[in-house]
Structures are given as C-alpha cells and as structure tokens.
C-alpha cells in the first residue's frame, strides 16, 4: 500500500538524475565498449550501428544493469560493464528489427536505419550486435547470467512474432496485448535487473526480487508509451505525438476505447486500424473516442500499478544510494505522463 501511495503521488519532478550521477563513471565505461565492440572492417556495420547507438537514448537499461549489481554489493571486476553493454547492443538490435517490421521512417526525429540503408542491411547489422552481445556474456563467465540473457534474447524474438501475427488486427483482447508487452520490452528489462544480484553471488530470492522490479517497470514504462500516443506531455518520447495510431499499433488505449465503444465506435476502428484509414482527421476521432471512454486513465491506473510493484521489489533491497537509484526509476517512469 505504501508503494502504490507513493507512486500514485508522483510529480513531475521526477528525474533519473540519481541513476545517472551513480552510474556516470561505469557508464563511461559502457559507452567506450559499446564503441568498441560496435567496430568491423566491414565499414556498413559501425556506420549503422553509431547512427542508431548516437540517436540519443538514455541508456535506461544498462544503467539498471549497472545499478543492480551495486545495490547488491558488486565492487571489484567488470563484468557489470560487459553486461550492461550486452543489454544495450540487445537492445539496440531489437530497434534495427523492429523498424523493419513496422516501416518505420523516424526514430528519436532522426531518420531510421532502414531508410538510409535498407531493411536487408538493418537486420543484418541487428543480428551482428547479438553476436557481440553474446561475446560478451561468455567474456564474463557467468553461466546463469548467460542463461537470463539469452532467454530474454529467445522471449524477445517470441514477442516480435507474436506482435506481427495481432498485427492491425482489432480483436487483440488486453490480455494479448499484456503478454506481448511482457515478451518484447519486460522481458529485457527483467533480465537487466536480475544479472545485477547474480555477479554479485547473491541468492535466488534476490534474484527473483530484481526480476520482478525490472519485470513490472518495464510494463508500466511501456504503458506510459503508450499513453503519450494519445495525450499528455511528453518529455523525450523519441517519437511524434500519433504515431503508433499513424503506424497502425494497436495499443491499450485503443483496446480498452474499442471493448467499450458502440458499433458504430467499433467500425471506426476496424476501418482506421485494420485498413489503413488514419489521417489527421481519424486521428482527431480517435483521441475524442479515447476520451470519451477514459481509457488513457485506465492505462495510467494500470502502470501505476506495475509500477507500485516494482517499487515494492526494490524497496526491499538494504538501505543504499543504488535503492534509491532503482526507486527513483520507477517514479521518472510514471511521472513522464502528466
């Protein structure tokens, strides 16, 4: 109760900037790797991938690495650095594809990959920072770090399948919807918090702790997405204001609005989602329609409350300036909608 108070109580205010100050000098660290291990004599695969890797994100997810591994007493050696970096490139290689699955033109307001290069070669590159990701797991030794890592790796692509095949398609119930968003960004924020206790030798209920926080920080992350679609302020969206309705996503605002919404309401969807038909004007309806229903309330109420539940996993760590690195996350994450 105390964690839903709290996170139900965010402001604004809410920064990462706790993460980013405990981080700064391994995420240094980080970023030099990323460059290195992003190198190739075959000149097209650093142009691609630095053209993605300098778009501008925050590093979120390796910075969880990172953060997890201290709040668990990690000091010596630096197999959180390779780590973090494995979760970046893992990261970043989900972007190449999924780009080309969606055909998407901009990224962060930049150009994607796939439209300067073409798609045969963002995938391509995509599957080249897999392979390094994986050099560097096994470059740490860790057998059941490998194993976290990999099975994300296994659940994302899942994920992906799973997306394209409830593509633009309007009977996608939420529960669809959830465990979509469990495989192609939870799973690899879970697995980013869980190798932090791991290197660090601590216990499988430790382990499960921070598997949990990442699990449920990333489905609330991804729900505020999804929210800043259709309204709100958005701080550092990295994508234009209706673009999921532009693209033909089918998110949690659109499910919940579509299940309350009349026959009429019903065939306006179908017609916008399914065929195509999403212009300004569509996206107008839409936004009135999604209103009219409260459902971008109803998605806020539903990360807010994956979002009570990562904080209540971290708090359970000891007293530390990496806890409250962890829950400050968690409140940036909900405080991005306003």
Not at 2 to 22: G, K, M, P, S
Not at 290 to 311: N, Q, S, V
Request: hydrophobic share 45%; with cysteine.
């Amino acid at each position: 109760m105390v964690a839903a108070n709290r996170v139900e109580q965010t402001q604004a205010r809410a920064t990462i900037d706790t993460i980013v100050t405990l981080t700064q000098r391994d995420m240094g660290r980080v970023n030099d790797l990323i460059l290195s291990m992003a190198g190739s004599r075959v000149e097209l695969i650093p142009e691609i991938a630095n053209h993605l890797i300098s778009s501008g994100g925050k590093r979120l997810r390796p910075m969880l690495t990172i953060a997890s591994a201290l709040a668990h007493g990690y000091e010596e050696g630096d197999a959180h650095v390779k780590l973090a970096a494995s979760v970046e490139f893992m990261h970043t290689a989900t972007l190449l594809h999924d780009d080309v699955v969606d055909e998407s033109d901009l990224r962060r307001g930049r150009r994607t990959a796939r439209t300067i290069w073409g798609n045969q070669a963002s995938v391509l590159v995509g599957d080249y920072l897999l392979g390094q990701a994986f050099k560097m797991m096994v470059d740490v030794g860790s057998m059941a770090a490998l194993a976290i890592l990999s099975d994300a790796s296994a659940v994302i692509a899942e994920g992906e399948v799973w997306q394209l095949a409830a593509a633009k398609r309007m009977t996608t119930s939420e529960a669809d919807y959830l465990s979509v968003v469990d495989a192609k960004t939870a799973a690899l924020f879970a697995a980013a918090a869980e190798v932090g206790p791991v290197i660090a030798g601590k216990s499988m209920r430790e382990r499960e702790a921070m598997r949990r926080y990442g699990r449920s920080l990333g489905i609330s992350f991804q729900l505020i997405d999804d929210v800043l679609d259709y309204g709100g302020v958005a701080t550092d969206l990295g994508k234009n204001t209706g673009d999921d309705f532009r693209e033909g996503k089918i998110t949690l605002p659109v499910i919940l609005a579509y299940e309350a919404g009349s026959d009429e309401e019903k065939a306006f969807w179908r017609s916008a989602m399914e065929e195509g038909r999403n212009d300004d004007l569509a996206l107008a309806k839409a936004v009135d329609l999604i209103d009219r229903h409260g459902t971008l309330k109803a998605t806020i109420d539903r990360a807010r409350a994956y979002g009570a539940e990562a904080y209540e996993a971290a708090a359970s760590l000891p007293p530390s300036l990496a806890r409250e690195a962890l829950l400050d996350v968690v409140e940036f994450c909900v405080a991005r909608i306003r």
